[in-house]
C-alpha cells in the first residue's frame, strides 16, 4: 500500500521547495497530493514558477495522510498559517502521532501558530527563530523529533525531501532515491 503525502500550497511559496519535495516523493513511490489554498488551483511561487495544483485544499481535508507537509517561502508561508482549515487538519495531524513537516518560514509562522511544535525540537529558516517560543530552535538543515520534521530552507530542501522519504518509507528507499539522484 502506497504511503500519501498532502503538500498545501498558497501563492508566494517557496519554488524550490516545492518542486523538490514534489519530486522526491514521487521518485519514492509516495502518492503526493498538491492541494492550493488559493480559489483556484494554479498558484505563482515566490520566484514566479507557476504550479497548478492537484485538488482544492477544502475538498481533500477528510481524507487520510501519512504526511502533511508545508513548503515555505514569502508570502506563501503566512497565507498558510492564516488559512484555518489547514491548521485545523495539521493540528489533528499531529495529534494522531501521524506525519507533519514544515520547511524555511513554515514552521516559524505556520506550525507555530498552529501550536504544534511545544516542546518539541525544531528548525525553520534562522532569520524566523526568533518567532519561536514554547519549542527549541536548533541550527541544524533538517530536524526530526517524533513525527515533526522540520527543515531550514531552500538549500536544505533535498536533505529534508530525503528525511521525508526516510520516514515514510524507509531507509533503503531513501538510500535509492539518493542513489539514482547522484547524491
Known amino acids: 500500500m502506497s504511503k500519501r503525502a498532502l503538500i498545501a500550497v498558497a501563492d508566494g511559496v517557496e519554488d524550490l521547495e516545492c518542486v523538490t519535495l514534489i519530486d522526491v516523493l514521487r521518485r519514492a513511490d509516495v502518492e503526493v497530493l498538491v492541494a492550493s489554498i488559493e480559489e483556484r488551483r494554479m498558484i505563482t511561487c515566490a520566484r514566479g514558477t507557476r504550479l497548478t495544483a492537484d485538488a482544492m485544499l477544502v475538498d481533500v481535508l477528510a481524507q487520510d495522510f501519512d504526511l502533511i507537509v508545508l513548503p515555505g517561502g514569502m508570502p506563501g508561508a503566512q497565507h498558510l498559517a492564516d488559512f484555518e482549515p489547514l491548521a485545523e487538519r495539521v493540528r489533528k495531524q499531529a495529534k494522531a502521532g501521524e506525519l507533519f513537516a514544515g520547511?524555511?518560514?513554515?514552521?516559524?509562522?505556520?506550525?507555530?501558530?498552529?501550536?504544534?511544535?511545544?516542546?518539541?525540537?525544531?528548525t525553520c529558516y534562522p532569520a524566523f527563530?526568533?518567532?519561536?517560543?514554547?519549542?527549541?530552535?536548533?541550527?541544524?538543515?533538517?530536524?526530526?523529533?517524533?513525527?515533526?520534521?522540520?527543515?531550514?530552507?531552500?538549500?536544505?530542501?533535498?536533505?529534508?525531501?530525503?528525511t521525508l522519504v526516510e520516514q515514510l518509507v524507509g531507509r533503503g528507499t531513501r538510500n535509492e532515491v539518493a542513489k539514482a539522484m547522484l547524491v
Open 129 to 162: 527563530s526568533d518567532r519561536l517560543s514554547g519549542c527549541t530552535f536548533v541550527d541544524e538543515a533538517v530536524v526530526v523529533d517524533g513525527n515533526c520534521i522540520t527543515s531550514q530552507g531552500p538549500g536544505t530542501a533535498l536533505a529534508f525531501a530525503l
Open 103 to 122: 520547511i524555511c518560514a513554515a514552521p516559524a509562522l505556520a506550525l507555530q501558530s498552529y501550536g504544534v511544535l511545544k516542546q518539541r525540537r525544531m
